[in-house]
């Protein structure tokens, strides 16, 4: 069954790289509970390219562009613009993310194409007469909404590539013409937000049908289709100029939204250093603010290296708690000192020194909880829905890139007449000091809302290397719990020695200062669970934690893959 499932799509994916090699990309096998469920709880290890993604129709889009002459950044802008077609949740032309990269000659790309607040928009903007949130406002609908920057995030990276725009695009094309048939969990997302796109949508298009949705049923758009064409006929500017920024500004006049065409017209991408740190030995690279994910890595990291974690063991009560304990320092800084670097100092080099942060761990004890009450910001003196790729190729080259939405479906507005969801970014803003967003995240003036400012982020695309070559490619969504996730990973990998689909699909645990609890998944050990509520901590089960995508290079340069078994995430390779 699940090859007459997955023979239409394929071979739509391998007309659209018609020159790929005979041997076709080989995807990992895994559960059969639906269609595309090619998820694995067993790594895939292949020899020479990888890709990992939220979809298998977009994994192998990425390899078979690979294929075909193309390198690691071919295959993330093929990926990516697949993913706007097969996983609309997240997958998007309408939001913004980041791009960390390593070229095989060392040369490192952190590229910023998050989105930004619209001209019009104001510190105040979602606060009522009397200076208190109006629920939802900024969640939901065509005020959420930030300048997109994905379409030029893409154009950006389009100058490391090899091949052209218009071959990259093409599997995209095809997969909204033509259509792609979707999984029980892809029909239970359209049938759960099919009121949302109504009551926020001129014109929710292809998303919404009569009858509800169904696993087997064909996802046609034809709308998304012609805006790719746009794209692909006129580059960026058939999205920020033209036939499609008139729609996405009538979508916002209809909606009392405020994105306009000077918004638009202005929109860039911008390259920023990135940060740098070792770790046992390893080189970490991650993405700078306004991401906080890059720090927050950093900081949790550093700060865990000086203990044996080894010895303390995976998911023990040791362990954990010194882990919590980093995480929970951590973003209580983020809460105060992070925001948008153009129009905030963030104190980068203080945050990540050796003196600040045995600081900030000087009250640590071992034997029970902190209290986030207690603990604030460190004091300086200075002048989940989202979608991670991963991806190496055969010569080398690491690209982790990290976009979003924001909520699962974004603001729910999909842009009459051009088939795409836009974000609802403007929620990652703080709207009022101390009130938090729909993450449960806290903010002050670092993260304000301003003209033309980017909201800040948790992304955290991240490569590590070893020996000065490629180790890992390692990213996730979820939010506020990405920064943590990918911090577990990385210590999964290198202190507990895993093997790359252990490191994504064992438990993981969050903490975020506020609030006072640790979120753990459900099939977390009982015996942790008990001696840290002994301890002190508030421990909160929660489904599921991101859904990370993880690339390890083995010594014998094999590349050894895996993609999260909490959902349809797929890896392929050759």
């Known amino acids: ?31 059969t509970v639906d269609p595309y469920h090619y998820s694995s709880t067993k790594a895939v290890t292949y020899s020479k390219a ?31 613009l697949a993913l706007a077609v097969v996983y609309p949740g997240a997958g998007n032309i309408g939001g913004g993310g980041f791009l960390m990269a390593r070229q095989t000659n060392g040369h490192l790309i952190a590229l910023d194409y998050r989105e930004m607040a619209p001209g019009k ?24 909404a930030g300048v997109p920057g994905t379409v030029a995030g893409l154009f950006a990276t389009l100058s490391y590539a090899k091949l052209s725009f218009k071959e990259l695009i093409q599997p995209a094309i095809n997969l909204a013409e033509f ?38 049923d064909t996802l046609i758009q034809p709308d998304l289709a012609a805006t790719l064409k746009r794209i692909r006929d006129n580059g960026a500017k058939g999205f920020y100029e033209g036939q499609t920024a008139t729609m996405i500004v009538q979508e916002m006049q209809y909606g009392k939204g405020m994105i306009s065409y000077d918004d638009l017209r202005n929109y860039k991408a911008i390259e920023r250093p990135p940060v740098e740190f070792s770790y046992r030995g390893y080189n970490v690279i991650s993405f700078p603010p306004p991401s906080s994910g890059g720090l927050l890595l ?46 905030w ?20 004890d071992s034997a029970k909880a902190s209290s986030s009450s207690n603990i604030q910001a460190g004091q300086i003196h200075e002048s989940p829905q989202t979608t991670h790729i991963s991806i190496v190729d055969e010569a080398g080259n690491m690209v982790a890139v990290t976009t979003t939405l924001n909520d699962s479906y974004g603001s729910k507005t999909v842009v009459g007449g051009a088939g795409f969801i836009l974000n609802d970014e403007m929620d990652d803003f703080s709207i009022k000091p101390g009130v938090p967003n729909m993450y ?6 670092a993260n304000a809302i301003a003209a033309g400012k980017r909201m800040l982020s948790s992304m955290t695309p991240t490569l590590v290397i070893k020996d000065n070559k490629p180790f890992m490619v390692v990213g996730t969504p979820g939010g506020t719990t990405i920064p943590t996730s990918v911090f577990q990973s990385i210590v999964n990998v290198i202190d507990f020695n895993m093997n790359a689909a252990d490191a994504v699909n064992k438990p993981k645990f969050h903490h975020q200062w506020l609030p006072d609890n640790v979120m753990v998944e459900n099939n977390f050990a009982a015996a942790t669970k008990t001696a840290l509520e002994k301890m002190g901590y508030t421990i909160v089960p929660i489904g599921g934690i991101g859904r990370t995508e993880l690339i390890k290079i083995l010594p014998d340069g094999s590349r050894e893959t895996a993609a999260d078994s909490r959902g349809d995430d797929s890896v392929a390779g050759y």
């Not at 699940?2 to 990992?28: E, H, R």
């Not at 979707?182 to 009858?211: C, D, M, W």
């Not at 010194?322 to 973003?331: F, G, K, N, P, T």
């Not at 449960?440 to 003036?445: K, Q």
Request: glycine share 10%.
């Open 345 to 364: 100092k963030v104190p980068q080099q203080t945050l990540l020194s050796e003196a600040y942060l045995a600081e900030r761990m000087k009250d640590y």
């Open 121 to 144: 928009a104001s510190r105040d903007m979602y606060l009522d007469k009397n200076g208190n949130p109006v629920s939802g406002l900024s969640e939901s609908g065509h005020l959420s």
């Open 298 to 343: 950093a900081q949790m990291l550093k700060i865990i290296e000086k203990f044996p974690v080894t010895n303390y063991g995976f998911q023990t009560p040791r362990s954990v708690q010194l882990m919590v304990e980093a995480e929970r320092r951590a973003y209580a800084d983020r809460a105060q000192h992070m925001g948008d670097p153009d129009f």
């Open 50 to 80: 990888a890709v990992a993604s939220a979809h298998p129709l977009a994994s192998q889009v990425g390899v078979a562009i690979m294929q075909k002459g193309g390198n690691a950044f071919d295959a993330m802008i093929a990926t990516q």
């Open 179 to 216: 259509g792609f048939v979707i999984t029980a969990h892809e029909a239970s997302g359209l049938n759960n937000a099919r009121a949302a796109f109504i009551q926020y949508s001129a014109n929710p298009g292809a998303f919404v049908k009569n009858a509800p949705w169904k696993a087997g």
């Open 440 to 445: 449960g995240a806290v903010g002050g003036e």
């Open 1 to 31: 069954m699940k090859n007459k499932w997955f023979l239409l799509p394929c071979i739509m994916v391998l007309a659209a790289c018609s020159g790929t090699k005979k041997n076709s990309p080989v995807i990992g096998a895994g559960k």
